[in-house]
């Protein structure tokens, strides 16, 4: 029970990145938007919400610059697909390449730097045996991607904002002829996704890893595309997986900590492999994908024709 507690909270931790980045792409995949950048977009706001922290001393600037970032990056994003009509997949691929060269430049000068964090954890709570180590002890960005969970649970289900958008998702040229504004109700969505990765990036740089590393990031915007088809669009699943995905990265740390007889290489594939794993058993059925996901996902709309 000693070893579990930590074991939790480290995969709390490693999973809020993943929920944070993931909760923000369903929300542009029930617009109908697929949005491939999000390993781009991670990557610069961790770089720009890291700068900030140095410069400024604050962390919070840090997030704010960090969720600004994503949100221009999703802008230029929803400019070229959702106004000029550009392809959505070759467009986030571009974003996820430009954000990469892009995080590398503006970091050379911070490489090396750190910053130091205070310790967290809710009064009283957290001196509780086990469970005080194991759920209480976190950094409030933590507490604050379940909430988020649990918001867009209830918008999505609750709510005739969360209705209009799902309705976007599925026939944009319904809703517009019931006189929504397909293209602005996509730039929100995009918008908030952006917001939803430039925190998850910043998470990365200001709490996760206190520090920039070129390449930080290391795949996880890739795993939260995923993890929006493994949660079939539905919020609550994606926390679940989110915290999967994080035991099972946290599991390979620990493993080779305890020193066992497998390449470290290997191990480190371990969440990347069970990603596959994961979509291999998902796509075998087609019919309860279809059935979930948005039907106008990846397509443009175009209002004047």
């Known amino acids: 029970m000693d070893a579990l507690a930590p074991l939790i909270a480290s995969a709390m931790i490693a999973g809020t990145p993943l929920m944070l980045a993931a909760l923000g792409l369903l929300i542009n995949e029930k617009s109908g938007v697929i949005n491939l950048g999000s390993e781009g977009m991670m990557l610069v706001a961790a770089i720009t919400g890291f700068a900030v922290a140095i410069n400024t001393g604050s962390v919070v600037a840090g997030f704010l610059a960090g969720a600004v970032a994503g949100m221009l990056m999703a802008a230029f994003f929803a400019w070229l697909t959702v106004w000029l009509g550009a392809n959505q997949v070759a467009t986030g691929l571009a974003l996820s390449l430009f954000g990469v060269g892009a995080s590398a430049y503006i970091g050379i000068d911070y490489v090396g730097a750190t910053l130091t964090n205070p310790r967290f954890g809710i009064p009283f709570l957290q001196d509780l045996p086990f469970v005080g180590q194991a759920f209480f002890r976190h950094h409030?960005?933590?507490?604050?991607?379940?909430?988020?969970?649990?918001?867009?649970?209830?918008?999505l289900n609750r709510t005739r904002p969360g209705l209009i958008l799902r309705a976007v998702g599925e026939s944009p040229s319904s809703a517009h002829s019931l006189g929504y504004s397909v293209r602005r109700i996509r730039l929100a969505a995009l918008l908030f996704g952006g917001a939803c990765c430039g925190l998850a990036g910043g998470f990365m740089s200001l709490v996760y890893t206190p520090m920039w590393v070129e390449g930080m990031v290391a795949g996880r915007g890739w795993i939260a595309l995923a993890l929006t088809t493994f949660a079939t669009w539905r919020p609550l699943r994606v926390?679940?997986?989110?915290?999967?995905?994080?035991?099972?990265?946290?599991?390979?740390?620990?493993?080779?900590?305890?020193?066992?007889?497998?390449?470290?290489?290997?191990?480190?594939?371990?969440p990347y492999l069970a990603t596959i794993l994961v979509l291999v058993l998902i796509s075998r059925n087609a019919d309860w994908i279809r059935l979930n996901m948005p039907a106008s996902l990846g397509k443009n709309f175009n209002p004047n024709t």
Do not use: N, R
């Not at 409030?140 to 918008?155: E, Q, S």
């Not at 740390?253 to 497998?262: D, E, K, N």
């Open 140 to 155: 409030p960005m933590v507490y604050l991607a379940l909430i988020l969970c649990v918001a867009i649970f209830w918008f």
């Open 239 to 270: 926390l679940l997986g989110a915290y999967l995905f994080g035991g099972i990265t946290i599991l390979t740390y620990h493993m080779q900590a305890l020193g066992v007889p497998v390449a470290s290489q290997l191990l480190s594939m371990l």
